[in-house]
């Protein structure tokens, strides 16, 4: 079986508060996108599980890749057999575009199919939250409103198949810890739910990432890069998640700074 994880973007994101468990309170939208796909081959076998990731050097061993970290997690309840999975890496790492999530749940939809589980996306979603706070979106890739840790979803009817959406990978890499280091905590003044459903043209100046603040000072490319695409026409700019990828809609592609 042959599946391509997508990635995502996130409209808005609103820290809301530290939790308890060390984990923080996030508003966001979250909002499926096309242009890099990871490619999963995953095929039953009689031996030992594996996985091969390529390029290599993308994780530390194969038993921390969520990808087996997600079988591992069916075979513990379920009868799931062996498989080897061979992962082709297209989207970046590091960039707050959701491809490690996306993977693991590819993995958790291909064994509920490969072994005949007939677990429903609400099952598969609780076992997607254990492994990572947004890989349960990626159950079904349709745009949600998510609260907690982005566990929490909500659908809404946001379509942006008439816009453009360009996103710019600057080859930094922002791991998700360095980012929420340098947030402080605070409810947002301006309601994400509603604000999606205004125009696009009507996002920039209220939509905002809250990462941006501290990683803007931090890696000045970003700011610069996301002026660039304000110049170029674009509606709206912002950094997808803990970065490092800029995304611009509006009604045309844009281009990054070294175009």
Known sequence: MVIRPLCKINIGLNIVEKRKDGFHNIETVFYPILQWTDTLEITPCEGDSSLVVVPQGLTTTMEDNLCMKALRLLQRDLPVGQVTMRLQKNIPVGAGLGGGSSDAAAVLNALNDLFHLNLTDEVLQRYAAQLGSDVAFFIRSMPVYATGRGEVMRPISLDLSRKEITVIHPGLHISTAEAYAGVTPHKADYSLEEAVKLP????????????????????????????HLYAQGADYVSLSGSGSAVYAIGDEKYFGLNH
């Open 200 to 227: 696009v043209s009507e996002w920039k100046g209220l939509i905002k990432n809250d990462f941006e603040d501290t990683l803007f000072v931090r890696y000045p490319v970003l700011q610069r890069l996301k002026e």
